[in-house]
Protein backbone atom coordinates (compact mmCIF):
# COMPACT_ATOMS: atom_id res chain seq x y z
CA UNK A 1 0.00 0.00 0.00
CA UNK A 2 0.93 3.69 -0.55
CA UNK A 3 0.51 6.29 1.61
CA UNK A 4 -0.66 8.88 -0.24
CA UNK A 5 -1.99 11.12 2.49
CA UNK A 6 -1.68 10.62 6.55
CA UNK A 7 -3.45 13.35 9.10
CA UNK A 8 -3.97 13.57 12.23
CA UNK A 9 -8.64 13.44 13.34
CA UNK A 10 -8.69 13.70 16.96
CA UNK A 11 -7.49 12.62 20.33
CA UNK A 12 -10.56 11.10 22.55
CA UNK A 13 -10.57 10.27 25.96
CA UNK A 14 -13.71 8.29 25.68
CA UNK A 15 -14.70 6.45 23.13
CA UNK A 16 -17.87 7.63 22.42
CA UNK A 17 -16.00 10.85 21.52
CA UNK A 18 -14.55 8.48 18.48
CA UNK A 19 -15.47 9.21 14.91
CA UNK A 20 -18.56 8.02 13.93
CA UNK A 21 -17.52 6.84 10.53
CA UNK A 22 -18.12 3.41 9.09
CA UNK A 23 -14.46 3.01 8.31
CA UNK A 24 -11.68 0.17 9.24
CA UNK A 25 -9.87 1.17 12.10
CA UNK A 26 -6.62 -0.61 12.26
CA UNK A 27 -5.68 0.19 16.08
CA UNK A 28 -1.57 0.01 17.95
CA UNK A 29 -1.18 -1.19 21.58
CA UNK A 30 1.62 -2.25 23.56
CA UNK A 31 3.58 -1.53 26.79
CA UNK A 32 4.42 2.08 27.16
CA UNK A 33 7.84 2.86 25.35
CA UNK A 34 7.32 -0.46 22.97
CA UNK A 35 8.04 2.63 20.17
CA UNK A 36 4.48 2.44 18.66
CA UNK A 37 4.76 5.95 17.93
CA UNK A 38 8.20 5.46 16.00
CA UNK A 39 6.12 2.55 14.25
CA UNK A 40 3.44 4.47 13.31
CA UNK A 41 5.51 7.62 11.92
CA UNK A 42 7.39 4.59 10.08
CA UNK A 43 4.36 3.36 8.84
CA UNK A 44 2.85 6.82 7.33
CA UNK A 45 6.41 8.41 6.56
CA UNK A 46 5.07 11.16 8.54
CA UNK A 47 7.72 11.68 11.15
CA UNK A 48 5.76 14.21 13.32
CA UNK A 49 2.08 12.18 13.14
CA UNK A 50 2.34 10.61 16.15
CA UNK A 51 4.27 12.27 19.30
CA UNK A 52 7.00 9.76 20.24
CA UNK A 53 8.72 9.88 23.87
CA UNK A 54 5.91 12.05 25.58
CA UNK A 55 5.42 10.79 29.25
CA UNK A 56 4.57 7.59 29.20
CA UNK A 57 1.16 6.69 30.81
CA UNK A 58 0.22 10.37 31.30
CA UNK A 59 -2.89 11.01 29.13
CA UNK A 60 -5.18 7.98 28.58
CA UNK A 61 -6.02 8.98 24.77
CA UNK A 62 -7.05 7.41 21.35
CA UNK A 63 -5.59 9.39 18.81
CA UNK A 64 -7.52 8.55 15.27
CA UNK A 65 -5.34 9.16 11.92
CA UNK A 66 -7.04 9.15 8.53
CA UNK A 67 -4.75 7.28 6.22
CA UNK A 68 -5.78 7.66 2.08
CA UNK A 69 -8.87 9.01 3.09
CA UNK A 70 -10.24 5.34 3.48
CA UNK A 71 -9.45 4.04 6.63
CA UNK A 72 -8.11 5.18 10.83
CA UNK A 73 -4.92 4.39 12.00
CA UNK A 74 -5.41 4.50 15.89
CA UNK A 75 -2.92 5.20 18.46
CA UNK A 76 -4.03 3.62 21.60
CA UNK A 77 -2.56 4.26 24.81
CA UNK A 78 0.21 2.27 26.24
CA UNK A 79 -0.74 -0.06 28.99
CA UNK A 80 1.12 -0.91 31.97
CA UNK A 81 3.25 1.52 33.02
CA UNK A 82 3.97 1.29 36.57
CA UNK A 83 4.32 4.92 37.35
CA UNK A 84 1.58 6.34 36.35
CA UNK A 85 -0.70 7.95 38.72
CA UNK A 86 -2.71 6.15 41.16
CA UNK A 87 -6.16 6.38 39.18
CA UNK A 88 -4.17 5.20 35.64
CA UNK A 89 -1.90 2.36 36.95
CA UNK A 90 -4.60 0.04 36.07
CA UNK A 91 -3.07 -2.53 33.94
CA UNK A 92 -5.28 -2.01 31.03
CA UNK A 93 -7.50 1.34 31.54
CA UNK A 94 -10.99 1.40 30.87
CA UNK A 95 -10.39 3.28 27.82
CA UNK A 96 -7.97 0.58 26.45
CA UNK A 97 -10.97 -2.07 27.64
CA UNK A 98 -14.02 -0.19 26.17
CA UNK A 99 -12.26 0.55 22.77
CA UNK A 100 -11.38 -2.99 22.07
CA UNK A 101 -14.36 -4.34 23.71
CA UNK A 102 -17.11 -2.01 21.89
CA UNK A 103 -15.47 -0.25 18.85
CA UNK A 104 -17.24 -2.03 15.97
CA UNK A 105 -15.30 -0.03 13.38
CA UNK A 106 -12.01 -1.99 14.84
CA UNK A 107 -10.72 -4.07 12.22
CA UNK A 108 -7.70 -5.19 13.46
CA UNK A 109 -5.29 -5.24 16.56
CA UNK A 110 -1.62 -4.79 16.33
CA UNK A 111 0.26 -6.07 19.70
CA UNK A 112 3.52 -4.38 19.80
CA UNK A 113 6.07 -6.33 21.45
CA UNK A 114 9.67 -5.62 22.06
CA UNK A 115 11.78 -7.88 20.24
CA UNK A 116 14.71 -7.68 22.55
CA UNK A 117 12.63 -8.74 25.53
CA UNK A 118 11.64 -12.12 27.26
CA UNK A 119 7.51 -12.91 27.03
CA UNK A 120 6.41 -10.39 29.71
CA UNK A 121 3.16 -11.50 31.70
CA UNK A 122 1.30 -8.79 30.96
CA UNK A 123 1.70 -8.64 27.31
CA UNK A 124 0.64 -12.42 27.05
CA UNK A 125 -1.92 -11.53 29.74
CA UNK A 126 -3.03 -9.22 27.38
CA UNK A 127 -3.10 -11.29 24.49
CA UNK A 128 -4.90 -14.27 25.87
CA UNK A 129 -7.43 -11.67 26.87
CA UNK A 130 -7.48 -10.68 23.73
CA UNK A 131 -8.18 -14.20 22.39
CA UNK A 132 -10.88 -14.63 25.00
CA UNK A 133 -12.84 -12.06 23.98
CA UNK A 134 -12.00 -12.86 20.01
CA UNK A 135 -11.04 -9.83 19.27
CA UNK A 136 -8.76 -10.43 15.99
CA UNK A 137 -5.20 -9.42 16.51
CA UNK A 138 -1.12 -9.39 14.72
CA UNK A 139 1.89 -9.18 16.70
CA UNK A 140 4.46 -6.79 15.89
CA UNK A 141 7.81 -7.14 17.31
CA UNK A 142 9.33 -3.78 17.33
CA UNK A 143 13.40 -2.55 17.38
CA UNK A 144 14.42 -5.60 15.74
CA UNK A 145 17.50 -3.66 14.75
CA UNK A 146 18.46 -3.43 18.54
CA UNK A 147 19.45 -7.42 17.76
CA UNK A 148 22.15 -9.57 15.52
CA UNK A 149 19.88 -11.75 13.21
CA UNK A 150 19.92 -15.08 15.71
CA UNK A 151 19.08 -13.10 18.87
CA UNK A 152 16.17 -11.80 16.98
CA UNK A 153 15.17 -15.06 15.11
CA UNK A 154 15.54 -17.31 18.51
CA UNK A 155 13.71 -14.30 20.67
CA UNK A 156 10.93 -14.31 17.91
CA UNK A 157 10.82 -18.15 18.00
CA UNK A 158 10.84 -18.55 21.78
CA UNK A 159 7.71 -16.00 21.75
CA UNK A 160 5.95 -18.42 19.29
CA UNK A 161 6.78 -21.41 21.26
CA UNK A 162 5.34 -19.63 24.51
CA UNK A 163 2.16 -18.56 22.83
CA UNK A 164 1.59 -22.15 21.72
CA UNK A 165 1.42 -23.44 25.14
CA UNK A 166 -1.85 -21.95 25.26
CA UNK A 167 -2.80 -21.29 21.82
CA UNK A 168 -3.53 -23.44 18.91
CA UNK A 169 -2.69 -21.51 16.50
CA UNK A 170 -0.44 -18.19 16.11
CA UNK A 171 -1.41 -14.71 14.94
CA UNK A 172 0.22 -12.96 12.10
CA UNK A 173 3.42 -11.75 13.38
CA UNK A 174 5.30 -9.24 11.55
CA UNK A 175 8.98 -8.27 12.55
CA UNK A 176 9.30 -3.94 12.44
CA UNK A 177 12.09 -1.59 13.06
CA UNK A 178 11.14 2.12 13.07
CA UNK A 179 14.75 3.02 12.59
CA UNK A 180 15.31 1.30 9.32
CA UNK A 181 11.75 0.38 8.13
CA UNK A 182 12.12 -3.23 8.02
CA UNK A 183 8.41 -4.55 8.42
CA UNK A 184 7.15 -1.67 7.10
CA UNK A 185 5.76 -3.16 3.73
CA UNK A 186 4.70 -6.48 5.19
CA UNK A 187 2.28 -4.87 7.80
CA UNK A 188 0.66 -2.29 5.13
CA UNK A 189 0.25 -4.92 2.65
CA UNK A 190 -1.11 -6.98 5.37
CA UNK A 191 -3.65 -4.11 5.74
CA UNK A 192 -4.39 -3.86 2.58
CA UNK A 193 -5.41 -6.83 1.76
CA UNK A 194 -7.68 -6.70 4.91
CA UNK A 195 -9.64 -3.72 3.55
CA UNK A 196 -9.75 -5.20 0.40
CA UNK A 197 -10.99 -8.54 1.84
CA UNK A 198 -13.96 -6.10 3.22
CA UNK A 199 -15.01 -5.20 -0.07
P1 LIG B 1 6.00 4.51 22.62
O1 LIG B 1 6.01 5.01 24.03
O2 LIG B 1 5.60 3.09 22.53
O3 LIG B 1 5.25 5.39 21.65
O4 LIG B 1 7.54 4.48 22.15
P2 LIG B 1 8.38 5.51 21.27
O5 LIG B 1 8.04 5.38 19.83
O6 LIG B 1 8.30 6.88 21.89
O7 LIG B 1 9.84 4.89 21.44
C1 LIG B 1 10.42 4.70 22.72
C2 LIG B 1 11.95 4.76 22.55
O8 LIG B 1 12.40 3.68 21.75
C3 LIG B 1 12.43 6.03 21.85
O9 LIG B 1 13.65 6.42 22.44
C4 LIG B 1 12.64 5.57 20.41
O10 LIG B 1 13.61 6.33 19.73
C5 LIG B 1 13.10 4.14 20.60
N1 LIG B 1 12.69 3.32 19.45
C6 LIG B 1 11.44 3.13 19.01
N2 LIG B 1 11.41 2.29 17.95
C7 LIG B 1 12.69 1.95 17.70
C8 LIG B 1 13.33 1.10 16.73
O11 LIG B 1 12.70 0.47 15.86
N3 LIG B 1 14.68 0.97 16.81
C9 LIG B 1 15.41 1.61 17.76
N4 LIG B 1 16.71 1.41 17.76
N5 LIG B 1 14.85 2.42 18.69
C10 LIG B 1 13.51 2.59 18.67
Redesign the pocket.
Known sequence: MIIKSASFVCSSAKVEQCPKQQLSEFAFI?????????????LTDHGGL?????T?GKTQLINHFIINNNWYLV?LP?YGYAKASKTSRRKFSNIITEYISHREQLTLLFV?IDARLEPQAIDLEFINKLGEDGIPFALAF?????LGTGALSSNVAHYKKVLLESWEELPPVFI?????G?GKEDVLKYIENVINSLL
Open positions: GRSNVGKSSLINRAKTSSPDGLTKADKTSAQNQ
